[in-house]
């Protein structure tokens, strides 16, 4: 077995996006007075400290690809775009996890809506310390359409805002692109929650419609750089649709016109049964980032147990459309301290090093 053939088979791998915060920087956080703790000139560097700190780990463990680990996505995932604009009001659409906690996007009010600020915003920052590549996850245009209201909107129509909507999304993946990301990936946690919210699956094929507009406007070349994340949500070690079956996901997410999908499986029940479908639904020019760790567990898996999982996917999935992921982020929701930033590194390392275990086994036999 020479380095070059284990080499041919190197199975890319990559982070979802969030680590814990510092449990300092949240403190001080939760003790300003700003209005928008992003905002706030005071709190800079103790961000700018966790950034650097946070790259400097993931580069520790082996990552070839890091993020910023979402240390300035105040708020969390999914609203850090939005976060203190003038015309939201807090009572918007209900996220319910199966612990009973519940997390709250914001409601507009009026029109236009705009983003308050771009991710590429923290690309810029991560890019000053990164040695590896680096890449930026984005909130879906799907999630952001729940903070339409029901009732709408005097004078502001639901389509001029999916217009707005549209080309606000366009704009931060094309400026993520420009500035060199290694792959823009779009946060797609509503996916799973919308077919336990609505089971007929009309709510998911408006999710993946919308998506698709925007997947559109970007020419194959770009949808190479762009992924899609699923997952069954993850917060304060809790899931908000890990009951509904891949089965009633996957076959619709795979017409999302994205070149990368990152699929949570590791905390899957029945592993198997999902790849069977990834298998039967998987099109060609596709990679699969199947997840091998689970956040959500506070054990660190062993490289090798992460070995296993990759074997065991690689059965299914083509060795060149397959990568590995974590479930999900370590903390999607900035204030999530359930679990520590030692044991989300520690996990990292074992999905990196489990995945080079699995690359030089399949190289070996080929
Ligand atoms: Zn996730």
């Excluded at 001080?28 to 966790?50: K, Q, T, V």
């Excluded at 993020?67 to 604009?85: A, M, P, S």
């Excluded at 899931?239 to 990152?262: C, I, M, Q, R």
Aim: proline fraction near 7%; charged fraction near 25%; include cysteine.
């Amino acid at each position: 077995m020479s380095w070059e053939l284990r080499n041919v088979h190197a199975i890319p791998t990559e982070p979802i996006g969030s680590i814990p915060r510092p449990v300092d920087l949240i403190e001080r956080i939760a003790g300003s007075d700003s209005e928008d703790p992003n905002e706030d000139p005071e709190l800079s560097p103790f961000y700018e400290d966790a950034i650097r700190e946070t790259i400097e780990r993931l580069e520790a463990t082996g990552s070839p690809v890091v993020t910023d680990g979402e240390q300035r996505k105040y708020g969390g995932f999914c609203t850090y775009c939005v976060h203190g604009l003038p015309n939201t009001a807090p009572d918007g659409f209900i996220i319910p996890f199966a612990d009973g906690h519940t997390r709250r996007l914001s409601r507009l009010t009026r029109g236009p809506f705009r983003y308050r600020r771009y991710a590429d915003g923290y690309l810029d920052i991560a890019m000053r310390y990164a040695h590896v590549p680096v890449k930026q996850a984005v909130i879906s245009p799907s999630a952001l359409s729940l903070m339409y209201p029901a009732e709408r909107i005097p004078g502001y129509s639901r389509e001029q805002f999916i217009e707005d909507l549209l080309r606000e999304h366009e704009t931060e993946i094309r400026r993520c692109l420009n500035k060199g990301a290694h792959k823009v990936q779009v946060d797609f946690t509503e996916g799973r929650l919308a077919v336990k919210i609505d089971p007929s699956g009309h709510l998911l094929n408006s999710f993946i419609d919308l998506n698709n507009l925007a997947l559109s406007r970007f020419s194959p070349d770009e949808r190479r750089r762009i992924g899609v994340h699923t997952c069954p949500g993850n917060d304060l070690h809790s899931t908000h649709s890990a009951d509904v079956d891949y089965a009633e996901l996957l076959p619709s997410l795979f017409e999302l016109k994205a070149g990368n999908f990152y699929i949570a499986l590791a905390g899957e029940r029945d592993r198997r049964h999902v790849l069977t479908i990834i298998r039967k639904y998987l099109k060609p020019d596709r990679r699969i980032f199947v997840g091998v760790i689970a956040p959500i567990d506070a054990r660190i898996e062993s490289p090798e147990e992460v070995r296993d999982r990759v074997l065991e996917a690689s059965e299914y999935i083509p060795i060149e459309q397959l990568g590995t992921t974590d479930d999900c982020g370590f903390s999607p929701f900035f204030d999530n301290t359930s679990t520590s930033r030692d044991t989300a590194f520690a996990k990292i390392q074992a999905r990196v090093r489990g995945t080079a275990l699995a690359a030089n086994v399949i190289g070996a036999r080929s």
